[in-house]
């Protein structure tokens, strides 16, 4: 089993920046990758980025590609999600998952709690 444990989230204003964590630990070794989602109140959860934990690899939703940067502390089984020039449409639920990179990434089955982030106009 794979636990995931997600912060950083908050208020923030148009333009400005937040960073996101999420702590992995339990069986971390039986996925290569991880993935942040995000999710509005009745919309589907939607891909936003992903990592191989070697670091090789990062793939991002092509609406966040120039403003969303993921990155991973190895030694800490953490993964980070630096969002700058936030918009108000960043408004959401942030999830972080444990998955696979065999090309692209294959979300798993653990996720975060979620974290919200709501970015003020």
């Known amino acids: 089993q794979v636990r995931l444990v997600s912060s950083g989230g908050g208020l923030v204003q148009a333009g400005g920046s937040l960073r996101l964590s999420c702590a992995a630990s339990g069986r971390t070794f039986s996925t290569n990758a991880m993935g942040w989602y995000r999710q509005a109140p009745g919309k589907e959860r939607e891909f936003v980025a992903a990592?191989?934990?070697?670091?090789?690899?990062?793939y991002y939703a092509d609406s966040v590609k120039a403003r969303f940067t993921i990155s991973r502390d190895n030694a800490k089984n953490t993964v980070y999600l630096q969002k700058n020039s936030l918009k108000p449409e960043d408004t959401d639920v942030y999830y972080c998952?444990?998955?696979?990179?065999?090309?692209?990434?294959?979300?798993?089955?653990?996720w975060g709690q979620g974290t919200q982030v709501t970015v003020s106009s």
């Open positions: 998952n444990s998955g696979a990179w065999r090309g692209s990434y294959y979300p798993g089955i653990y």
């Open positions: 990592i191989r934990w070697s670091g090789e690899n990062t």
